[in-house]
């Protein structure tokens, strides 16, 4: 039994009013077990009380670090007994695992009703240091089980599968989450057998928003690939024409209508909706979301969340354009409490944003530099540095990073490239970073076979669009080139669709990509 258990879903029981109500704990607990299909192959295992375990002679315990240490609990139960250890840590997993448990219980993973303590919070970069922990470790470490428990629901529950399982390279596989626990979930559910059917369907079916992530790889020669890349990015431009996705923007009101005068201008269809109550039906219109933090309040903060949630359920695409997000404690608070509750297909930034980026991922980096607002200020890093970061965190995160700058870095961890177009103006006007978020989102919407070649189809539309107007003889600098860049913008994508080909683009492939040891995972 102890090696043949199935943890995916593991059911806490709750027989406190919050959670149960008047509801009977045995009748809830059977209808759980029903939704799973086996119930009669499903292993019971005591919480705390060894006494109890081995009086009922179930199948074994699950202990707290407050309760019976592992080792004490295998001599009283014997060796045919699965036993579960709680832990936050990794000196705590460590100690579980050399004391002989079977499985562990890491979290919490969010707060909940039955764990309101916000100091046993590890959140997702918690828990991933502890599985990167295990994996490097012993054998025993590297093959014990894990499940991660707190907050766990049919909202979030494919997310946080997906965001534990995090690559720290690509020769070395990452080792993910063997289930989640839940409680409330199943227990709170008015049709617990329906609710655990769901949960075991989640857990059994590829997220929404994975279901376009498989990974794409290089071909042999660069101008192969490269000729590759632009044929698929004029495919790209057509596509967004032809299918004039939804981009719905979450922004400040300082870009809305230039936000909204871009999407128009490249064949989106544009609305600003800053209130989250509407991601539910926006969501199922085949677009794809801007989150932009260029404003930063609590009522803000809880509008992202509703509408990141309401996106990553139906699969549509989400750009994080984490404005300013290393200037303020408060604007790292909020990058780090977004990215901890849900799942981006690009994010998108200048160099210290996605340093902010970094650490809120999980990584320690050795830069003290302090951002000041917007503004990218002298580069800190190589180009080569740059790629490696941006490879780097594409590759932990799961998506696509885009670092903004003279050079653009763009990676899904598997290729990187660099593209060198754009123009000076594009830094002389309010909203260009902003609007390249929103262009982004439309490409990714409406090309969703290979996010990587969409994300940069977007940006040589729109950075080859600025040199195009910075060019003309009517724009004399930052005032007239935002309407000729408008013009631009729409011209040049008519002109691809019309049979025109890609001129002027400034692309290269980074094949091979230095381990400067620049992010550290503590």
């Not at 407050?66 to 036993?83: C, T, W, Y």
């Not at 928003?209 to 698929?232: G, K, M, Q, R, V």
């Not at 830094?427 to 070649?453: E, F, P, Q, V, W």
Request: hydrophobic residues 40%; charged residues 20%; proline residues 3%.
């Amino acid at each position: 039994m102890r090696d043949q258990v199935d943890y995916s879903l593991y059911l806490v029981t709750d027989s406190t009013e919050a959670i149960l109500g008047s509801r009977v704990l045995v009748e809830v607990v059977e209808q759980g077990l029903l939704g799973e299909c086996k119930a009669h192959k499903i292993p019971l295992l005591i919480n705390d009380r060894v006494d109890v375990a081995l009086a009922v002679g179930c199948e074994g315990v699950h202990l707290g670090q407050d309760d019976m240490n592992v080792s004490e609990a295998r001599r009283i139960l014997g060796n045919d007994k699965i036993i579960g250890a709680t832990v936050s840590s990794i000196d705590e997993a460590r100690i579980a695992v050399e004391r002989g448990a079977d499985y562990l219980g890491i979290g919490t993973l969010y707060a909940t009703n039955t764990k309101k303590n916000t100091k046993d919070i590890i959140g997702v970069n918690g828990i991933r240091k502890i599985l990167k922990y295990l994996n490097n470790g012993s054998e025993a470490e590297r093959n014990v089980k894990t499940v991660c428990i707190g907050g766990v629901n049919a909202t979030n529950l494919q997310r946080i599968t997906y965001q534990l399982h995090a690559p720290s390279s690509l020769s070395t596989p990452p080792k993910s989450i063997d289930g989640v626990a839940v409680v409330s979930a199943i227990i709170g559910a008015p049709d617990p057998k329906a609710a655990s059917a769901h949960l075991s369907q989640l857990l059994h079916s590829p997220a929404a928003f994975a279901s376009s992530s498989e990974p794409h790889f290089w071909l042999e020669s660069n101008s192969d690939e490269i000729a590759h890349l632009l044929s698929s990015a004029t495919a790209a431009t057509k596509a967004v024409k032809q299918k004039s996705p939804l981009s719905h923007n979450m922004t400040n009101l300082v870009v809305q209508n230039f936000a909204a005068n871009v999407a128009l201008c490249i064949g989106a269809s544009p609305i600003m909706a800053n209130y989250g109550e509407e991601a539910a039906d926006l969501s199922a219109l085949g677009g794809a979301l801007v989150v932009n933090m260029g404003t930063v309040t609590p009522d803000g903060l809880l509008n992202y969340r509703k509408a990141i949630t309401a996106y990553n359920l139906s699969g549509g695409p989400i750009v994080l354009d984490p404005v300013g997000a290393g200037a303020t404690h408060v604007r790292r608070a909020a990058l780090l409490k977004l990215m901890g509750v849900g799942y981006f297909d690009l994010i998108k930034g200048n160099e210290r944003e996605i340093l902010a980026v970094a650490r809120a991922s999980g990584f320690v980096i050795d830069d003290t530099s302090q951002q000041r607002g917007v503004d990218s200020g002298d580069a800190l890093f190589s180009l080569d540095q740059r790629a490696y970061i941006v490879s780097r965190l594409a590759l932990r995160e799961r998506n696509v990073v885009l670092m903004t700058g003279a050079t653009d870095v763009i990676s899904d961890g598997n290729r990187t490239y660099t593209v060198s177009n754009g123009h000076k103006y594009l830094g002389m006007i309010t909203g260009s970073g902003c609007t390249l978020g929103t262009t982004l989102s439309a490409y990714l919407a409406a090309n969703r076979a290979d996010k990587l070649h969409a994300a940069i189809a977007g940006i040589l539309h729109y950075e080859i669009a600025a040199e195009r107007a910075a060019g003309r003889q009517d724009v004399r600098g930052p005032g007239t080139f935002v309407p000729a860049f408008l013009d631009e913008l729409w011209k040049s994508g008519e002109e691809l669709v019309n049979g025109k080909e890609w001129e002027g683009a400034r692309v290269e492939c980074v094949k091979t990509i230095e381990d400067f040891g620049l992010l550290k995972e503590t």
